[in-house]
Structure formats: C-alpha cells, structure tokens
C-alpha cells in the first residue's frame, strides 16, 4: 500500500502566462512529453491536485521563503482523490537555489490524519511500510514536532502535466484556478466548502487579468527543446510559491502581525 518516491536533485522554472500563450505551449509540449501518470485518458485540462500545509505558529516555513533563505523545506500532505480509500502523500519539498528535492510516502488518509495530528503511525500502518518509507515518515514528524507545526492552508488548482515517460527526467506542468482557503483541521480539509476561500489569480503582465503557472522541471541537462520554447514564448521567470501566496491572499500574516507573533520569532 505504501510507495515511497525520493525524488533526484531537480531543477524547477516557474513561468506565468497567458491563456492563450499557455495553449500555444501545449501543443509544442505535446510533440516532446505524454501526459503523466496521473492524467485519465481523455482529461484536457488535466487533474485536481490539492495540498494541506503544514507550518509552525509563527509561520516559520513561509518566512524563510519570503526572507529568500538559501536552504529551505517546505512540509504538506497531497492528494489527487477526495474518496476515503484514496491514497494521500506526506511530502518533504527541499529547495537550495533552484535545486530542488521531494521525499513523500504514500499512506491512507486516517494515517496522514494520526501523523498531522501530532501522532505515529498505527500497528497496521507499521506493517505496511517498508524501510525507506519509514525513514521519510520519521522525518516528516521530527521536522513536525520541532517546529510545532499544524495544518495552515489548504491550497487546490488545476494541473495538466506532461513528463517523460522513463525516469521522470523531463516534467512541464500547466496549473489554473489556484485557491487557497484556511484549514488548521481535517473536517475543515475534507469540508472546504464551509471555509471561506480566497482565488489566488497571478498576472502574466499582459492584457488578461488571470494567469497560467508554469512550471518546467529538469534532472539532467537543460533540454534544448525547452530552452527554444523559452526563447519563443519570450518568457520572464517568476517567484510563485502557492503555499506563500496563498498565505499572503488570506491575510494570514495580519493577524500574527497585529499581535506581534510574526516579528518576534526567530527564523531559525
């Protein structure tokens, strides 16, 4: 039941554009990558993605992106599947520069819950990890507890994908529709329709007032095809972490602000 992925050192390129400009890549795309794994057969706009946040009180995670920290991770729970016997993912993001690793471990949802929870796995749980899986989930909790880290925000877009097929080496992805709404509770996750949201619409600087993310990721050398379809498109490389934006769209930082929480903690 368990699959753990430790991803290779990678590179990611984030890219923001227009509709029509993000159509015109697909079709380029298309000719290098296939749709990836998660992808059903016919899906256009690809797939819903939806990842819960964790952070410490005083948002520890989000100001080290902010402050532009050489060295820093990010900890949250993914899924692609809202049913109760989907799988979920706990996941490490790591970042140095542009470098970036993820280490994830596939559990069932009342798993993750025990694990975000503050918990460990249970008996059950146990039996179906195999080593390297454990070694992420006892990661994932010591990072946890240090930092006394709760569920911040929920963060939910649209994603359609394409990769190479063998080794995952080449990774372009198209995401829309990016919301955030403020969960720090599973039933808030699982029930996000009873939690006020907030559209978060990046611009492309153009005449459209919403957006296109687009993410290029690599683990060998950069692709010529890719660098031509940069040069094409004249695109501009942006900073656009969702967990952060999202963060900044819910006025989550007003709060600790006013109450002087945010200032006063220390970055490390």
């Known amino acids: ?75 949250r729970v993914r899924w692609y599947d809202r049913a109760p016997d989907a799988p979920a993912f706990i996941e490490i993001k790591r970042r ?3 470098v970036i690793q993820k280490s994830r471990a ?26 390297t899986d454990s070694e992420v989930i006892k ?21 359609e994908a394409y990769q190479s097929p063998v080794g995952n080496h080449v990774r372009i992805t198209f995401d829309r529709n990016i919301v955030g709404r403020r969960c720090t509770l599973w039933q808030e996750v699982m029930s996000p329709r009873d939690v006020s949201p907030s559209y978060v619409s990046p611009s492309d600087g153009g005449p459209v007032a919403d957006g296109v993310v687009v993410e290029m990721k690599y683990t060998r050398e950069y692709p010529e ?27 989550l930082t007003s709060v600790l602000k006013s109450s002087g929480r945010l200032s006063n903690a220390p970055l490390s």
């Open 96 to 98: 140095t520069d542009d």
């Open 1 to 75: 039941m368990v699959n753990q992925t430790l991803q290779k050192e990678r590179y990611e390129l984030k890219y923001v554009v227009s509709e029509s400009a993000a159509m015109a890549m697909r079709s380029l795309v298309r000719t290098y990558l296939p749709p990836d794994e998660h992808t059903k057969n016919g899906e256009v706009d690809g797939y819903m993605v939806e990842s819960w946040y964790l952070d410490s009180p005083h948002l520890l995670l989000y100001r080290q992106t902010q402050d532009g920290l050489r060295n820093r991770y990010k900890l």
């Open 139 to 159: 990661d994932f909790c010591n990072r946890r507890d240090r930092l006394s880290a709760h569920g911040v925000v929920l963060v939910t877009y649209s994603r």
């Open 225 to 251: 095809w890719m660098r031509e379809l940069v040069q094409l498109f004249e695109l501009q490389r942006v900073s656009f972490p969702k967990y952060n934006s999202c963060v900044d769209a819910l006025g």
């Open 106 to 131: 596939e559990l069932t949802k009342d798993e993750v819950l025990r694990v975000v929870n503050g918990g460990q796995l249970s008996k059950f749980g146990l039996e179906l990890c195999r080593s």
